[in-house]
């Protein structure tokens, strides 16, 4: 399956890039969306690709800011996942946030475009995020039902075991790592029947650690990335505030 001329990827910080440091480009973030963008254009200079996701942003934050500045970009692929930062408050409407999902997403296909989703993955072996997993499991079949019911294409993160290797995380236990995001550059790229040669970076090693060790790990998590994290919940801020997309208009990697 090819793609002539223009990507658009939307959502929050998994579609940014977060997790896949690399401070010479925008927000200092590489990501999955990046890699697809350069193996999509390499054979194409007319190529255009915008990335107008920001770290934190809620599902309807999403298709109130990026839906329309998308079509606006008149794209020939869009790319979107929404409401990881929705489920993970402590209350939501699930069914509720995908119907406003739903709206977005005839938006995008009444364009003409290719129009790729995501189900969230199955965090099962965190002791924390393994607690919304009744959440993820309903939001996906959600998911699956917009995806059949317009024609989208659908990356099923669900299913990808390879994720249950702590290797393919940052060290914040939320992000992908470079070697998460560069796996998911291949996944999607399989998706849309599309040749690649991208090589997935050494992970790190995570060493075994004795019950002390583990307990210290997990007060330096706690410290600076769990806590932070809350506050920013409870005083109402986000991570994203202040960011602007990394790439706002077509540009080619």
Partial sequence: MEFTSRYVALGDSFTEGVGDDDPARPNGVRGWADRVAEQLGAANPSFGYANLAIRGRKLRQIMAEQVDAAIALNPTLVTIYAGANDIMRPKVDIDNLLVDCDSGI?????TGATVMMFTGF???????FSTMRGRTAIYNELVRGIAGDHGVLLVDYWRFSEYYDWGM???DRMHMSAAGHANMA??????LEHDHSIDIPPMTPVPELSRTEAIRANARWVREFAGP???????GRSSGDGLLPRYSGLTHL
């Fill in 106 to 110: 005839r938006k995008l296909k009444a």
């Fill in 122 to 128: 199955d965090a099962r072996g965190s002791k924390v």
């Fill in 169 to 171: 995380w940052a060290t």
């Fill in 186 to 191: 291949k996944r999607v790229l399989t998706v």
């Fill in 229 to 235: 994290w809350v506050v920013r919940r409870v005083t």
